[in-house]
């Protein structure tokens, strides 16, 4: 996902939400927000191209038709059902495309749903469970944890992860790195709620800010990057715009 001196990095913005209307403001807030990071860690300041899917009573339909036309580019949600429709246009382009997810729950436990979009995926044969990698776990309902098991899905708990960062992302870019195209979707609630207060469903426990930052900063590096979603951010439970601040500086860091 870096980009090379000079390019663009393309943002769309999509303020969609099933239920919260807090984070429909996410996406705004968090470019809002990019004017405070001066720099990545690396010292390369990326340039911006913004857009935005206008939302309507077809909102998932509008989500599809908008990233089936995008390359690269980082997506701002409203909440996690937007990686339904993004995963589905993404797939399309791809032979065999992976999903790595960074979220507190699995999303799985009503495949029925596009909340529940790891299960919607897998069941509408949309996304093998050999191509899904999911990291930070730290509340999973019995049913989930039923679904991860018996499709022996990878995924990372944070007691795991815990003291053993560096190990852990050996082993995850190298179960990533054989798709021809990678989508990354950053559920902002794995981190704990020190950090990242401003969203709906907090789990304590959960990742530091630093230790989200690391796994960035590396799997950035990974050629075969695509697309990146960032969302669950609301700002209206937000504590001194602590957690957009932090999405904006992941932005940076996908640089």
Do not use: W
Not at 78 to 103: E, Q
């Amino acid at each position: 996902m870096a980009v090379d001196e000079g390019e663009i990095m393309k943002i769309v913005k999509i303020p969609y939400s099933e239920s919260v209307n807090g984070v429909r403001l996410g996406p705004d807030k968090i470019v809002e927000k990019l004017k405070d990071i001066y720099s990545n860690e690396d010292g390369k300041v990326p340039d911006f191209e913004i857009d935005k899917v206008e939302i309507s009573s077809d909102a998932h339909k509008k989500i599809y038709e908008k990233v089936l036309k995008e390359k690269d580019c980082i997506v701002l949600g409203g909440d996690h059902s937007i990686t339904y429709p993004c995963f589905k246009a993404f797939a399309s382009k791809y032979k065999n495309p992976g999903l790595l997810v960074f979220d507190s729950h699995p999303d799985c436990a009503n495949p029925k749903t596009p909340y529940d979009f790891v299960g919607k995926l897998v069941e509408e044969g949309l996304l093998k469970t050999d191509n899904i990698v999911i990291v930070g776990l730290s509340n999973i309902m019995p049913q989930e944890r039923k679904f991860l098991e018996k499709n022996k899905i990878d995924s990372f708990l944070m007691k795991d992860i815990f003291g053993n960062i560096e190990n852990i992302c050996d082993g995850v870019m190298e179960l990533v790195n054989h798709f021809d195209g990678l989508y990354l979707s950053i559920d902002i609630d794995v981190l704990d709620p020190a950090f990242a207060p401003g969203t709906g469903t907090i789990s304590p426990g959960g990742m530091t800010s630093r230790e989200l930052i690391y796994f960035v900063q590396r799997l950035k590096k990974l050629k075969n990057l695509r697309m990146v979603d960032i969302v669950e951010v609301n700002p209206d439970k937000d504590v001194n715009d602590m957690t957009s601040i932090l999405a904006a500086k992941l932005i940076f860091e996908l640089s």
